[in-house]
């Protein structure tokens, strides 16, 4: 293999630009430095004065001292790391992974377990992969936050849940972090019978320790697909385990507030829907520090909602359109049209929660929603001028279904044009009500997360 980091593209008039450097050039070093990867890479480009080595796509090696006023040569590198991703070690009893039916495409088989890609784009890690070298790493070059999937803090109940003997030792890097004043935020997949109840109450007990460096820490219910043969033997969770895994959360919600001036532990959206309890109101929330693991986003949209409405006034135009989502939010959905209903009475929304049969019936969130369940559940449907789908449906990026259907064939199936729904309240408010709108975005689509934003 070629040493160095092939660059990708050079900015006009940047530093390497002007340098002569091009496109399938490689980096090889910064002052003496093989970079690792891209936090090597911004680390060692801090410095005013710089000495890189480049090996030209000609065969030569360029030495170039540099001035570098802005901290920025201007370069992006075909790996968009500068290394390969690291994948877990673990074999977690929820993973979603191994749940998912053969045959999806290959990169969503990829078990990624990467610290730096938690800080290039909040995934969460369980640090069973990291050696004490990464780890004195993240502190040297002060990354933050990190965000770790932390299970339980029991060590042989994590052991087990990961599947990775190593798994409770791993917990001891949370204290190093913390020593180091490293940011973190924590994550708890709730699995029944296993680190719920008891075990629950002392994971947020042990994590209470490590505030105001941990910020806040999540609990969501595992994910169940129909596709469990052979995997470990878990429990769907029901109403009545909600509840207490509400007032658990609840519980310490207050005391810890009553310490420390913020909430820290907080229950997704899911668990207040399966439990039929009222969201919590918008202050215990933290800020939506934990939006993106399916906390609080009901709670954020319903207020977005609300102020949209606020600045509008009705009319009377007519229009018959359709919206399709997971189930588990649908009910919210339906008091917004409701509200919408009173300022524009002439909009007839049709309201389809679709059943989630690719995955399974238990799959509710409307990220895991496919192509071919929409085509099947809407053909005879009466769908008016055009579908609203939300965004977090498509592949990031791309008008692409999960299960590699494209949004023009779910036109051409159903034969009605689809609008893609962004995700704040004002969007969502936006696209009933304008047509021609694409509206503008708050949030970053989800994928593969049993998180929508519904
Ligand atoms: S849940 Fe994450 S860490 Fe666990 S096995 Fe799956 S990909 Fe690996």
């Not at 170039?64 to 901290?71: K, R, V």
């Not at 769908?383 to 779910?410: K, N």
Request: net charge negative.
């Amino acid at each position: 293999m070629q040493k160095g980091h092939t660059i990708k593209s050079v900015d006009p008039g940047s530093i390497a630009d002007e340098l002569g450097l091009e496109p399938g050039d490689r980096l090889l070093s910064i002052d003496g430095h093989e970079l690792e990867d891209i936090f090597d890479y911004e680390y060692y480009i801090e410095n005013e004065s710089i000495m890189v080595v480049v090996a030209k796509k000609n065969g030569e090696e360029w030495e170039l001292d540099i001035e570098n006023d802005y901290q920025d040569l201007g370069l992006t590198f075909e790996n968009g790391l500068m290394s390969d991703y690291k994948s877990c070690h673990n074999k977690c009893v929820f993973c979603f992974i191994d749940q998912m039916p053969k045959g999806m495409r290959e990169t969503l088989y990829f078990k990624d377990d990467d610290s730096r890609l938690s800080f290039l784009q909040g995934n969460y890690v369980t640090l069973t992969n990291m050696k004490d070298k990464d780890i004195e790493r993240i502190i040297k070059f002060k990354l933050a936050p990190i965000n770790i999937s932390v299970q339980t803090t029991n060590p042989e109940l994590r052991c087990k849940m990961l599947h990775n003997r190593f798994a409770g030792e791993a917990l001891k890097k949370i204290d190093r972090l913390y020593e180091a004043g490293t940011p973190m935020n924590g994550q708890v997949v709730m699995c029944k019978n296993l680190n719920d109840g008891d075990e629950l109450d002392r994971t947020i007990r042990d994590l209470t320790k490590y505030i105001p460096c941990m910020e806040s820490v999540s609990v969501v219910p595992v994910g169940l697909s129909k596709y469990r043969d052979g995997l470990y033997p878990l429990e769907p969770i029901t109403a009545e385990d909600a509840a207490k895994t509400i007032d658990i959360i609840e519980k310490w919600q207050k005391k810890v507030y009553a310490e420390h001036g913020i909430h820290f532990i907080h229950a997704s959206d899911e668990f207040y829907i399966l439990a039929g309890r009222e969201l919590p109101e918008e202050e215990r929330y933290d800020g939506y520090i934990q939006l993106e693991n399916g906390v609080g986003m009901i709670r954020l949209l319903t207020t977005e909602v609300h102020e949209a409405l606020d600045e509008l006034e009705g009319d009377e135009e007519e229009e018959e359109l359709s919206i399709a989502t997971g189930k588990l939010a649908a009910v919210y959905l339906a008091g917004f049209l409701e509200e919408i209903k009173k300022k524009f009475p002439n909009r007839k929304v049709h309201l389809y929660p679709i059943r989630n049969d690719f995955f399974g019936e238990m799959i509710t969130v409307a990220g895991l929603i496919t192509g071919q369940d929409l085509i099947a559940q809407l053909k005879d449907k009466p769908l008016g001028s055009r579908l609203l789908l939300p965004e977090c449906m498509f592949r990031s990026g791309e008008e692409v279904f999960l299960d590699d259907i494209t949004r023009q064939e779910v036109e051409n199936a159903l034969q009605v044009p689809v609008n893609i729904v962004k995700s704040s309240g004002q969007d969502f408010v936006n696209a009933v009500l304008h047509a021609s709108e694409e509206s503008g975005a708050s949030y970053e689509a989800y994928e593969l997360k049993e998180i929508s934003y519904e």
